[in-house]
C-alpha cells in the first residue's frame, strides 16, 4: 500500500481518513503528528503569507507524500485541504523518528527520496527565475508542473491565474502546447510552434 521504506512499518502507525471536497487533513500551526500519502484524490497545500497572500506549496495527488517537514517540527506549516474527495494515510511522526534511530538502511531510503524531492523543488525555483509568463508556462508543462488546476498550477509558479490562462492559450495557438482537455495541457513534439 505505501512505497519503500515506509511499507516496512508497524500497521498500528498508520491511519486512513476518507475526505470531501473542501476538507482540510491539518492547518498551518496544527500540531505535527505524521506525514501523508495520498491514495486517491488530490490535497493541495498552502501558505498564506504575512501579507494574508496564499501560495500554493504543493499538489499532491494519488501516491504522493507530504508534509515530511513534520518530522522536524513541532507544527504543520501549512494548510492541506483536499481539492477533490481523497483518501489519505497518515504515519505517525514517533514510528518513523523511532524506526530511523534504530535502521539505517530505513533512514537512507528516507534521505533518498527527500533529495529527489528538493530537486522538484529546486525546479521551481528555476521556473520562478524566468521572467517571461510563455516561457516560464511553457518550461512548467515541460517539467510535468501542470498536474491540478490552473489556478492551482499558476499560484505555484508564481503567475496570476489570468497572465498562465493567457500564457496557455497563446503557447497553444502557436503550437508550442497541445490542449488535452479543459485545463490540461502537453508539449507539442519538437520543432513545432515558436516562442513570442
Known amino acids: 500500500m505505501l512505497p519503500a521504506p515506509f511499507n516496512a512499518l508497524d500497521k498500528k502507525s498508520l491511519s486512513q481518513t476518507v475526505y470531501e471536497t473542501g476538507d482540510h487533513v491539518f492547518r498551518q500551526g496544527d500540531p505535527a503528528k505524521g506525514i501523508f500519502f ?57 514510528a518513523i523518528v523511532s524506526r530511523q534511530r534504530e535502521d539505517p538502511a530505513f533512514s537512507d531510503a528516507i534521505t533518498q527520496r527527500l533529495a529527489a524531492q528538493v530537486q522538484s523543488y529546486r525546479q521551481l525555483l528555476t521556473l520562478h527565475a524566468v521572467k517571461s509568463a510563455h516561457e516560464r508556462v511553457l518550461l512548467a508543462v515541460e517539467l510535468g508542473k501542470l498536474t491540478g488546476s490552473v489556478t492551482q498550477f499558476a499560484s505555484q509558479i508564481g503567475l496570476t491565474k489570468e497572465a ?33
Do not use: W
Not at 164 to 191: E, F, H, M, N, Q
Open 38 to 94: 495520498v491514495l486517491s484524490g488530490a490535497v493541495c497545500l498552502t501558505r498564506v503569507t504575512e501579507s494574508g497572500n496564499a501560495v500554493t506549496i504543493f499538489n499532491a495527488h494519488s501516491g504522493d507524500m507530504f508534509a515530511e517537514a513534520s518530522l522536524y517540527s513541532d507544527c504543520y506549516h501549512c494548510d492541506a485541504m483536499c481539492t477533490v474527495p481523497s483518501r489519505v494515510i497518515r504515519v505517525a511522526k514517533q
Open 164 to 196: 498562465c490562462y493567457r500564457a496557455l492559450r497563446d503557447l497553444s495557438d502557436r503550437g508550442l502546447l497541445i490542449k488535452t482537455g479543459r485545463g490540461r495541457y502537453v508539449p507539442a513534439p519538437r520543432g513545432k510552434g515558436r516562442l513570442p
